[in-house]
């Protein structure tokens, strides 16, 4: 069992669309949770950070982590055609090592 | 302020060679994270830096090293190069400190022929 899953898509939604991107994971010494958006032929940019268990907003974008149920989402509202790109999500049990990443989803929105 | 930048940013090798992948953090960064990213395995991680000692080590076989230099910039070797090598390596850098967020270069894209 790979130690984050999260499946792969393809997502294709309408503009405006609320979008739901979901991970789970098998450690619980896991602490800290992100969200990281990659364009084609860029690198990973972090959009959320997260210690441990609660719900945290910034503008469109909202993750959760739940520990009970080592289940991560992001949620995108009002989805935009520049959403379109691949969600990764990453893991790790202290700042400082490393990231364990999901495989990434794929999401495209159509206007 | 600057993000990280990555040199080259694409490369063409064949098997058996060697290459090597540059990587300056964000000033002020001490620690440097390498990845290597593949459509079959995604983001994997290969090894971190911290002031010029490797701190953590992913599971990877020796031909994959790296250093680190006293202005925080830091290097990525591979030997030996495989055709599974072809893969588009990531370096991150953060503070080091409690939070210790990662940002992410664009990555040198690796051919192996």
């Known amino acids: 069992q790979k130690e984050v899953e999260q499946d792969p898509g393809p997502l294709s939604v309408p503009e405006g669309a609320i979008v739901s991107l979901n991970c789970t994971y098998s450690?619980?010494?896991?602490?800290?949770f992100m969200w990281y958006r990659q364009y084609s032929r860029k690198g990973p940019e972090l959009l959320m950070y997260?210690?441990?268990?609660g719900n945290k907003e910034d503008g469109r974008f909202t993750a959760q982590v739940d520990k009970s149920s080592k289940y991560i989402s992001l949620f995108i509202r009002d989805s935009q055609p520049s959403d379109s790109a691949t969600y990764l999500c990453?893991?790790?049990?202290?700042?400082?090592?490393?990231?364990?990443f999901g495989k990434g989803t794929t999401l495209s929105v159509s206007s | 302020k600057a993000g990280v930048t990555q040199t080259p940013r694409y490369l063409i090798k064949t098997r058996g060679q060697q290459v090597t992948l540059s990587c300056s953090p964000i000033?002020?960064?001490?620690?440097v994270s390498w990845y290597q990213q593949t459509p079959g395995q995604g983001l994997q991680f290969l090894f971190e830096?911290?002031?010029?000692?490797?701190?953590n080590k992913g599971n990877f076989p020796g031909r994959f090293s790296g250093r680190q230099f006293s202005n925080s910039r830091s290097e990525m070797n591979v030997s030996t190069l495989e055709l599974g090598d072809s893969a588009l390596y990531l370096c991150?850098?953060?503070?080091?400190?409690?939070?210790?967020?990662?940002?992410f270069g664009p990555g040198t894209r690796l051919t192996v022929l």
């Open positions: 997260t210690y441990s268990s």
């Open positions: 000033s002020g960064h001490r620690s």
């Open positions: 450690n619980s010494a896991f602490q800290y």
């Open positions: 991150a850098s953060s503070s080091g400190g409690t939070t210790d967020t990662q940002y």
């Open positions: 990453a893991t790790t049990r202290k700042a400082g090592t490393a990231l364990i």
């Open positions: 830096y911290f002031s010029e000692t490797q701190r």
